[in-house]
């Protein structure tokens, strides 16, 4: 495995369950040096392309689903630096609709920082492009974020990693410059025949504007010549409150849409030969924020995956 790969290798692995906060859905927790299940392998130095197709499902608190899956595409520049994209086409269904299309795009440039024979420093630095702008509708009603396919903001991504043989350590930062165009209330569900009870379970999230958020990671794993576990927490904490409009567009903060959200996290994987292999990831909430205008709240998320080095 090359020492580049802790740089932008494998998304999110998508099949079956979720995070805590559905940092697979903002992706930026499975992006570059922050990404789970990272190998350590000195033996072999290769510059090599790679390619991961992913597939994920996820439960959420209410009754959408989420399926999301993927192409991550990763170029190798030079040997400590890599190129990673990440294509994901996601569909959602649930019991106000069933939506599709093409998620939000996610670009990553890693480098690796310093190298001895017992671990690495890499560094990412990236964004996330939106696909649309988060106001997809049924019938002409607004729909909440758990049902748009894009958050509908650029966002600017970076984080570090040390990892050895056995432990992965790593932090970032995501930060949204812009609000989206998502025009879910409440009141605008008035007359359609819904429930407004079930309605009012969804956060509202007009105009959403939402807060930075930064992750952490801590890994141990578990490596055999073609198996491998890893199993570790990943709490995300938004650090301030995210922003949305009233039916007037005044706009206003929620107290209780800001703080920390955990996952524990497990992985594992089965090596074919030195250029391909599958692995299944799954994720579990432990506990979440109150309020999630974002739509990223997740119960359960798992996601299966394949990749192929050239």
Same mark, same amino acid.
């Given at each position: 495995?090359? @020492?580049?790969?802790?740089?932008?290798?494998?998304?999110?692995?998508?099949?079956?369950?979720?995070?805590?906060?559905?940092?697979?859905?903002?992706? &930026?927790?499975?992006?570059?040096?922050? !990404?789970?299940?990272?190998? &350590?392998?000195? !033996?072999?130095?290769? %510059?090599?392309?790679?390619?991961?197709?992913? &597939?994920?499902?996820?439960?959420?608190?209410?009754?959408?689903?989420?399926?999301?899956?993927?192409?991550?595409?990763? *170029?190798?520049?030079?040997?400590?630096?890599?190129? +990673?994209?990440?294509?994901? /086409? +996601?569909?959602?269904?649930?019991?106000?609709? !069933?939506?599709?299309?093409?998620?939000?795009?996610?670009?990553?440039?890693?480098?690796?920082? /310093?190298?001895?024979?017992?671990?690495?420093?890499?560094?990412?630095?990236?964004? !996330?492009?939106?696909?649309? %702008?988060?106001? %997809?509708?049924?019938?002409?009603?607004?729909?909440?974020?758990?049902?748009?396919?894009?958050?509908?903001?650029?966002?600017?991504?970076?984080?570090?990693?040390?990892?050895?043989?056995?432990?992965?350590?790593?932090?970032?930062? +995501?930060?949204? *410059?812009?609000?989206?165009?998502?025009?879910?209330?409440?009141?605008?569900? +008035?007359?359609?025949?819904?429930?407004?009870?079930?309605?009012?379970?969804?956060?509202?999230?007009?105009?959403?504007?939402?807060?930075?958020?930064?992750? *952490?990671?801590?890994?141990?794993?578990?490596?055999?010549? @073609?198996?491998?576990?890893?199993?570790?927490?990943?709490?995300?904490?938004?650090?301030?409150?995210?922003?949305?409009?009233?039916?007037?567009?005044?706009?206003? %903060?929620?107290?209780?849409?800001?703080?920390?959200?955990?996952?524990?996290? &497990?992985?594992?994987?089965?090596?074919?030969?030195?250029?391909?292999?599958?692995?299944?990831?799954?994720?579990?909430?432990? *506990?979440?924020?109150?309020?999630?205008?974002?739509?990223?709240?997740?119960?359960?998320?798992?996601?299966?995956?394949?990749?192929?080095?050239?």
């Amino acid at each position: 495995m090359p @020492r580049f790969l802790p740089a932008c290798l494998l998304f999110m692995m998508a099949y079956s369950t979720t995070f805590a906060q559905g940092c697979s859905d903002a992706g &930026f927790c499975t992006m570059g040096a922050m !990404k789970p299940d990272q190998p &350590f392998n000195k !033996k072999i130095e290769l %510059k090599l392309r790679s390619m991961e197709i992913s &597939f994920y499902r996820g439960t959420t608190t209410l009754t959408p689903i989420v399926y999301v899956a993927t192409a991550d595409l990763n *170029f190798s520049l030079n040997s400590k630096t890599s190129f +990673q994209v990440k294509l994901p /086409y +996601q569909a959602v269904s649930g019991s106000l609709a !069933k939506t599709s299309g093409l998620g939000d795009i996610s670009l990553c440039i890693t480098r690796t920082l /310093y190298t001895t024979e017992k671990f690495d420093i890499n560094l990412s630095v990236g964004g !996330k492009l939106p696909t649309n %702008k988060s106001d %997809k509708d049924e019938n002409g009603y607004p729909l909440p974020m758990y049902y748009q396919t894009s958050l509908g903001t650029y966002d600017f991504i970076t984080g570090i990693s040390l990892i050895s043989k056995n432990w992965l350590f790593a932090t970032g930062i +995501q930060h949204p *410059f812009n609000k989206n165009n998502n025009q879910f209330l409440w009141s605008a569900w +008035q007359g359609s025949g819904e429930d407004m009870h079930y309605i009012e379970e969804y956060a509202r999230a007009k105009e959403l504007k939402r807060g930075t958020d930064i992750m *952490f990671r801590a890994e141990r794993n578990f490596r055999f010549s @073609r198996i491998n576990f890893s199993l570790g927490v990943l709490p995300i904490i938004r650090i301030n409150k995210d922003e949305i409009a009233d039916a007037n567009g005044k706009r206003f %903060k929620q107290d209780e849409a800001k703080g920390m959200a955990l996952s524990g996290i &497990f992985t594992t994987g089965y090596n074919f030969n030195v250029q391909s292999g599958i692995k299944l990831l799954i994720g579990h909430k432990i *506990f979440n924020r109150d309020i999630n205008p974002d739509g990223l709240t997740r119960e359960l998320v798992s996601t299966v995956s394949y990749y192929h080095r050239f």
